[in-house]
C-alpha cells in the first residue's frame, strides 16, 4: 500500500517517519521544498504535485493548519477529493472544526471516496514517539479501513461516531489544553512568588489533586521538565498562535450550542496578549512569561 502524505510541519514529519518505520511506501507534497527533502532522506518519496500525489496513492494523509487551508487542499478541482482514486481513504489529521469535517466528508462520499476526519493529540513528543491519540469520525467502515495505518503513528485510535466528531472532541480536548496550561503558569508563578522552587512546587502539585498532563509532562515553567518546551528557550512544540485557532474554533462551535465557555474565552485573550506581543511563534508554555516577576 502507497500513502500520501500532504503535510510535513511540526507534527507532520515524525507521523511520515513513523509510517516509514513499519513498512509502509509514503510519497509526500508539502509547499516546503527543504521539507520534502528531509523526508525524502528518511526514506520518503516526493510527489511532484498534489495531483502526482493522489493519482498514486492508496491512502491519503492531511495534516494541515487551518480549516481554510483543509478545504484548499481537499475541495477544489484540482485537490485531493477530485483527483484521488476511487474508493480511496482519505484522512483528514488537521484540527479543523466539526462543520467543516462533515461538508468535506459529503463532498467525498458524492465522489466515490472514503473521508474521515481524524486529528490528533500528544504534541510533537508523542508524534515522534508514535504514542499520538486519534480522534476519528466518520464512518465504521472508514475506521476499520484506517485504524491499522493510524496504529503506525498512535497508541490510542479512537472512534468517536459520525462525520465532524472526531474534531469536536479535538477541540474540547484542546480547550482544556490551553485553559490548564495559564492555570498550571498561575500556580508555578505563584509558588515562586512565595519563595518555592519550581521542581519542588511540580513534584508537590504531581502527586496531590492539583495534577494534570500540562504539570506532569508539559510544565510550562522553565527547567521542571527537561524535555518540554519550556526548557528549551519555549521553541518547538504547540504554537500560541496554532492555539488561538483551535480556541477559537471552540468559542465559534459553542456559540451554535449556546454552551457558555467563559475559561476559554479568557485563556484565549491571554494568548493573543502573547500573541500581540510578538511571540504567536512560541509554544503555548511561553504564557507563564506573562505571569513570572
Not at 194 to 209: F, H
Request: proline fraction near 4%; charged fraction near 15%; charge should be negative.
Amino acid at each position: 500500500m502507497e500513502i500520501g502524505f500532504i503535510g510535513l510541519g511540526h507534527m507532520g514529519f515524525p507521523m511520515v517517519a513513523n509510517l516509514l518505520a513499519n513498512g509502509y511506501a509514503v510519497r509526500v507534497y508539502d509547499t516546503s521544498d527543504a521539507a520534502v527533502a528531509k523526508a525524502v532522506e528518511q526514506g520518503a518519496m516526493a510527489a511532484q504535485s498534489l495531483i502526482d500525489l493522489t493519482q498514486s496513492a492508496d491512502a491519503i494523509i492531511t495534516m494541515l493548519p487551518t480549516p481554510a487551508v483543509v478545504r484548499s487542499v481537499l475541495c477544489v478541482p484540482g485537490g485531493v477529493i477530485a483527483n484521488a482514486k476511487q474508493n480511496a481513504l482519505i484522512i483528514d489529521c488537521s484540527t479543523s472544526d466539526p462543520q467543516t469535517a462533515v461538508e468535506v466528508e459529503a463532498l467525498g462520499a458524492v465522489a466515490g471516496k472514503i473521508v474521515l476526519d481524524a486529528p490528533v493529540s500528544g504534541g510533537v513528543l508523542g508524534a515522534k514517539a508514535g504514542t499520538l491519540t486519534f480522534m476519528v469520525g466518520g464512518s465504521k467502515d472508514g475506521f476499520l479501513l484506517a485504524k491499522s495505518i493510524l496504529s503506525a503513528m498512535g497508541k490510542n485510535i479512537v472512534h468517536c461516531g459520525a462525520a465532524g466528531s472526531g474534531q469536536a472532541a479535538k477541540l474540547c480536548n484542546n480547550l482544556l489544553l490551553g485553559v490548564s496550561t495559564v492555570a498550571v503558569s498561575e500556580s508555578m508563578c505563584l509558588g515562586a512568588s512565595l519563595g518555592l522552587e519550581p521542581e519542588v512546587l511540580a513534584q508537590i502539585i504531581n502527586t496531590s489533586s492539583g495534577r494534570c498532563w500540562v504539570s506532569e509532562l508539559y510544565n510550562p515553567y522553565p527547567g521542571v521538565v527537561k524535555d518540554a518546551p519550556a526548557s528549551n528557550n519555549f521553541a518547538g512544540g504547540f504554537a500560541c498562535d496554532l492555539m488561538i485557532k483551535d480556541l477559537s474554533l471552540a468559542l465559534d462551535a459553542a456559540h451554535g450550542t449556546r454552551q457558555p465557555l467563559p475559561m476559554t474565552s479568557v485563556s484565549k485573550q491571554l494568548f493573543q496578549l502573547l500573541s500581540h506581543q510578538g511571540h504567536g511563534d512560541k509554544d503555548i508554555s511561553a504564557i507563564v512569561e506573562m505571569f513570572k516577576k
